[in-house]
């Protein structure tokens, strides 16, 4: 198959011929990437009474990291605790705690592993990450970048 025909993609017997993945994307749901977050924001809005942000902000801030991680793992070893009291000593919040323990889940393929986690909690402390908005707009930027 020639590297012209490899690109195009069928769905439901469409042949897709964006180059782009906004492109493609408009093509098979006939709007942008970012009217469909904007209608995902609207339904989430309608059902919860709240955006996205306030809502995250709102679990990361109920929880403390123990349980926030409990919720996330299901259970909590030793190490887990020493971890979380380490982060807590570095001088992370326990919002920005379970953010960092959030993106670690979400990015982690193999899991948490502790050195590796303090390090990034070390490493979110020399770059002034010290709230829960400023380390969801660094989650943010790195996962963009």
């Known amino acids: 198959m020639s590297n012209d025909r490899k690109r195009y993609k069928k769905i439901s017997g469409k ?3 964006g180059t782009t993945t906004e492109e493609r994307f408009k093509e098979v749901h006939g709007i942008t990437i970012e009217e469909w977050k904007a209608k995902g924001e609207e339904r989430f809005k309608a ?3 709240m955006g996205y942000d306030e809502w995250y902000i709102k679990q990361v801030n109920s929880s403390t990291p123990i349980d926030y991680l409990k919720n996330l793992n ?3 070893s030793q190490e887990d605790v020493e971890l979380v009291k380490d982060l807590q000593e570095l001088g992370l919040n326990d919002g920005v705690i379970n953010v960092l323990l959030d993106y670690v889940k979400i990015v982690s393929r193999i899991g948490f592993i502790h050195s590796l986690v303090r390090q990034m909690g070390e490493s979110w402390l020399k770059k002034n990450v010290s709230t829960i908005e400023s380390a969801m707009a660094f989650v943010r930027e ?3 970048s």
């Open 47 to 49: 059902k919860t009474g």
């Open 15 to 17: 042949v897709i011929y």
């Open 142 to 144: 790195e996962w963009n």
């Open 74 to 76: 299901g259970v909590v």
